[in-house]
């Protein structure tokens, strides 16, 4: 549906077309089987990615098409905004738990600060990439926060806010890239 040709030419046009279309077609599937906050969860999850990966057509110049490849649309790579070595070190020495919890290791946990490139990021979208409840994946984020590897946005509820901490940056905000 995102690659017809009878897409909106707007990126926000696009968006909201694929959120009023997945809407149409989540009700007539799960009506019934999910409660109104998971399906208005599902559909806001829906429309952040559809936005990004339209968000990431139009940066790169290219609307995609029917048989496009998603590699075709790739921006150059740019260098690293993250200081990797300097995370795995941070995380290494963490004492995570280890409870049953093979997907939560420092380098897992350094794969997706280093994939968020310092952009704030949700508990939503932590529970998401490792797949945990809400307790755990607050619990893992707090801890990130007292060891000064993650900054809080001083928002609460559904507001609240991750990022990587300014010292993880090559180019930390307020500062001019080379």
Request: glycine residues 8%; hydrophobic residues 40%.
């Amino acid at each position: 549906m995102m690659e017809a040709s009878r897409l909106p030419s707007g990126p926000q046009e696009r968006v909201s077309f694929v959120r009023k279309k997945a809407k149409d077609y989540l009700v007539t599937q799960l009506a019934g089987q999910i409660t109104l906050s998971q399906f208005y969860r599902l559909l806001n999850l829906i429309e952040e990615e559809a936005g990004l990966y339209f968000a990431r057509q139009d940066w790169a110049g290219v609307r995609p098409g029917p048989r496009e490849s998603r590699e075709a649309g790739r921006p150059p790579a740019l260098p690293d905004p993250v200081k990797s070595e300097a995370v795995r070190q941070a995380l290494a020495k963490i004492p995570l738990p280890l409870k049953g919890r093979r997907k939560l290791t420092p380098e897992t946990l350094g794969d997706f600060l280093r994939e968020t490139e310092g952009r704030w990021f949700r508990l939503l979208d932590f529970e998401a990439r490792f797949r945990v409840n809400k307790k755990t994946a607050w619990g893992y984020l707090n801890l990130l926060l007292q060891e000064g590897i993650l900054n809080h946005n001083g928002e609460k509820a559904n507001r609240v806010r991750y990022a990587l901490a300014a010292s993880f940056l090559t180019h930390p905000p307020g500062t001019p890239a080379a």
